[in-house]
């Protein structure tokens, strides 16, 4: 079946598997999609499974939005042993028996990494420092230091708590837990700084992202599913499960769909973006409240 010329605009919301990174996704879906008009809305990295959004064809422009909103994680992380990059597939770089901790003093640190905090990324992530991807510093050998960001983790629960064994025989201790965070939050940071806190090191170990935004893996499918079945969602369904909805008639909606600037109505002051419909449910543009005023940010005029 050739799919190119009807693929709708629209979202796809993939199950990443473990050892893909996002552009080999990407990749694989232009070729099951028959397009090259396809992006993600933020990035997974290769170990990590889960909820992977992507966008094909004009769908693409909502993107840079949508990877803005709020994210949700079940990991793996295990305390004992610090890696050099965070995560289980970097060089252990210390060992410390963690057996003795008190959950107690688990639980105080985590309440410590969980709301409005600053947060050194890992120097493995894709951070550009001065035009360079941090992680091609760190692999190139280079010395260098990333600044603290501030992000917002919501909830950082512990769900289950087992005693291991590393591969040469020592103890570790590692804790399936939750987090609901911030666009920007590095879950392998949040290991890493767990693990410092209490003195014994801590990595990651898995991780699966279950949520970005209002998408969960309710709506997710395998890539070998997506090679069967195609399943868009209409970027209009995209955009209101998403985004705060703004109906209005066919005059506002020319005028937004040209980019030009109206009254908005009062309710969205600080909303964010707003996706603007007009009649019949025509998905018309994503806009921003501004001075009691709406501004344009991507415009979605009926192509052809």
Known sequence: MNRK??????LVIVDKPSGFTSHDVVAKMRGIAGTRRVGHAGTLDPMATGVLVLGVQRATKLLGHLALTEKEYLGTIRLGQDTVTDDAEGEITSYTDPSGLAQEDIDDRIAELTGDIMQVPSKVSAIKVDGKRSY?????GEDFELPARPVTVSSFAVHDRREAVTQDGSPALDLVVSVVCSSGTYIRALARDLG???GVGGHLTALRRTRVGPYGLDAARTLDQLQQELTVLPIGEAAAAAFPRWDTDAKRAGLL?????IDMPSGYEGAGPVA?????????????????????????????
């Open 257 to 261: 769909g040209h980019g030009v600037r």
């Open 196 to 198: 410092a806190g209490l």
């Open 5 to 10: 010329s009807t693929v709708p605009d629209g």
């Open 136 to 140: 091609k510093r760190a692999r190139e």
């Open 276 to 304: 603007v419909f007009g009649p019949e449910g025509r998905f018309v543009a994503l806009v921003e409240e501004l001075k009691g005023r709406a501004k344009s940010l991507v415009v979605f005029a009926p192509e052809g």
